[in-house]
């Protein structure tokens, strides 16, 4: 038999995981008030049956596990990592799944049982720190290892994964302080060719995880029934970019592009953009605070009349939902980068002397 005839497995596949681990939200998802209630200890049976689900879909995948606490983030787990602490031998457990399960369950311990001693329970969440260890994680397998002999460029490396993609549970709200870092991990991604899946498990839907998907080609989840978590794990985010294509995976038919203020950091609905650095913010201001350039008079008291007496928007308030991801074409975009700028999908701009009114365009 001719081995070139041969169906060809399909490509190994790298998946990164990012956990919420806030243990105030977790209390209140837990809560029996709840029409779903979901614990800490349910939720993360679910998880662990998600990722061994991705370790057999092939012997080549790979896993890595993040963990968001307050004010803390760190490394769960790493497939690609020598883990010297090997469990006991059980005849009635798959050693592989084991090793995973025992190795997160027990990180995950540790650290709460550090923050029940510590004054750091309340602190933010640190999604966005342990996003950017993810992404930095993924560019450090990505890269192919140097080699000194002379090996041809056709010739493909067997250690680079392709369609690596990075999946974030979530379960706090959005902050607006983390809309700029957000927006940096997305640019990022966008170079690394990374997918971002979001899955809100519990609270209001996360604005800027709609965004972060949307952008990087990745699926975007509100869990409405979170006793089901594992069946939308599997049948929404199992299957590598590759092949969701001919899969009927969900999408995002209206995203909320609101964006946060450089000022006040808060989520607007109507801002004012910066002509020379494209900063928003949620009045005009006689100073831009990030490039420091100067507006005329005049020109801020033509805005100031031409605003709208709407009370502005928080998180709080309800979303303003803009288009469809396909109807919709961003303003423009950094010829630098090829990318939009943080907070410039929302917005329309025109050219001026000082400060722009933006306005999230009209409502499909």
């Not at 679910?46 to 596990?65: G, I, K, R, Y």
């Not at 809309?179 to 940096?184: D, E, F, G």
């Not at 953009?273 to 990030?290: D, E, G, H, K, R």
Request: with cysteine.
């Amino acid at each position: 038999m001719d081995l070139s005839d041969a169906p060809q497995l399909p490509d190994a596949s790298h998946l990164s995981v990012v956990l919420d681990l806030s243990p105030t939200q977790w209390h209140l998802s837990g809560l029996l008030s709840n029409k779903y209630p979901l614990s800490l200890n349910s939720f993360l049976s679910h998880v662990l049956a998600f990722l061994n689900a991705h370790l057999a879909s092939q012997h080549e995948n790979t896993l890595a596990v993040f963990g968001a606490f307050p004010a803390k983030s760190l490394m769960l787990y790493s497939s690609t990592l020598h883990n010297p602490e090997l469990q006991s031998i059980d005849s009635n457990s798959y050693a592989p799944f084991k090793l995973v399960d025992s190795t997160i369950i027990n990180r995950i311990s540790d650290e709460l049982d550090a923050i029940d001693h510590s004054e750091e329970e309340d602190a933010p969440c640190a999604l966005v720190g342990a996003l950017t260890k993810a992404l930095c994680y993924v560019n450090r397998i990505s890269l192919p290892p140097p080699s000194n002999s002379s090996t041809s460029l056709n010739t493909r490396d067997s250690t680079v994964l392709p369609d690596p993609r990075i999946l974030i549970l979530s379960v706090s709200p959005d902050l607006s302080t983390s809309y700029i870092p957000i927006m940096n991990s997305i640019f990022s991604a966008q170079k690394l060719k990374v997918t971002i899946d979001a899955c809100q498990v519990y609270g209001p839907d996360a604005v800027f995880l709609q965004q972060a998907a949307h952008l990087t080609g990745g699926s975007y989840l509100f869990l409405e029934r979170r006793d089901a978590l594992l069946q939308y794990l599997i049948m929404s985010f199992l299957s590598a970019p590759s092949i969701r294509q001919i899969l009927a995976v969900p999408t995002q038919d209206r995203i909320d592009f609101r964006a946060a203020c450089f000022c006040h950091k808060n989520i607007i609905d109507i801002g004012f953009v910066c002509s020379v650095c494209l900063s928003i913010f949620c009045q005009p201001v006689p100073v831009c605070s990030t490039c420091r350039t100067k507006f005329p008079i005049k020109t801020l008291q033509r805005l100031n009349a031409s605003r709208p007496n709407v009370p502005s928007l928080n998180k709080s308030g309800p979303p303003s939902v803009v288009g469809t991801p396909q109807s919709r074409t961003p303003a423009s975009t950094d010829s630098r980068r090829n990318l939009p700028f943080p907070g410039e999908q929302p917005l329309s701009t025109t050219p001026g002397n000082g400060n722009t009114p933006a306005t999230n365009g009209s409502k499909h």
